[in-house]
């Protein structure tokens, strides 16, 4: 199962949202409307919260944990994702938050307490360290994350394109996920009528008979 309690938390999913099977949501987690999880995602909200707001999409191999309540980080760090932001393919979120309409590149690491303010694009592979604030509106690569230069119309304009994108691509997945169900419950065969008047039969002897 994809998608399982904690204790007292159960995950609270928007009906239009897409969980794919082969993700795994766990605890006190929410994600809004038209937002996807793609497949071997993880999305642990056991020693704290996550919250994933609408047509925002996780992709494969993403992993978003929390930091639990201690008296080195009290009262725990949630991770806190807004609307239509992208997460690229096997990027890490880490207690951290992530405005709306950003860009986080294939591989990044976000960590403990950084803010991504909205409209940011991070490059693939790149290192948010710990308490960093990205500023709206710009480019930012490398590890640990430098601030390269704004953003582009082009590249604003793509932010939100891509939000659109996935949210497009997930419609397809839950058709797809629909018609998966029907080929494993097909409807039941009906059985083949018999003739109304059985052939009769006819049996011949293996040795012909000797008058
Ligand atoms: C950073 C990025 C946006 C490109 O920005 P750009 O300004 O067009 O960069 P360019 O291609 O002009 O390259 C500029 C320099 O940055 C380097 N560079 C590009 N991407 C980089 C990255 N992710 N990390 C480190 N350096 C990078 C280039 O090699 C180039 O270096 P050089 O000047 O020494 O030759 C892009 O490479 C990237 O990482 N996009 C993320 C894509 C992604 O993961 N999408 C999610 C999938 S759904």
């Known amino acids: 199962m994809s998608i399982r309690p904690f204790e007292q938390h159960t995950p609270h999913i928007h009906p239009t949202a897409y969980v794919d099977t082969a993700a795994l949501v766990i605890g006190d987690v929410e994600i809004g409307q038209d937002s996807s999880i793609w497949p071997m995602s993880v999305v642990r909200g ?20 929390v930091t639990h309540d ?71 690569v490398g590890s640990p994350v430098k601030q390269i230069r704004p953003l582009t119309e082009r590249e604003l304009e793509f932010l939100e394109y891509s939000a659109q994108n996935y949210q497009r691509l ?34 011949r002897s293996a040795t012909p008979k000797h008058r």
């Open 46 to 65: 056991d020693i704290q919260s996550i919250r994933i707001g609408a047509r925002t999409s996780i992709q494969d191999g993403t992993i978003i944990h």
């Open 70 to 140: 201690s008296r080195f980080c009290p009262g725990g760090q949630p991770t806190l994702i807004g609307n239509d932001v992208t997460v690229g393919h096997k990027v890490i979120l880490h207690a951290c938050t992530i405005e709306d309409f950003c860009l986080i590149g294939m591989g990044a690491i976000v960590m403990d307490k950084a803010v991504v303010r909205s409209r940011v694009t991070i490059g693939a592979g790149s290192v948010v360290p710990p308490g960093k604030v990205l500023e709206s509106g710009f480019l930012y």
């Open 170 to 203: 997930k419609d397809r997945h839950r058709a797809m996920a629909g018609s998966a169900d029907a080929a494993s419950n097909p409807a039941p065969i009906k059985p083949e009528v018999p003739p109304a008047t059985p052939k009769p039969r006819t049996r």
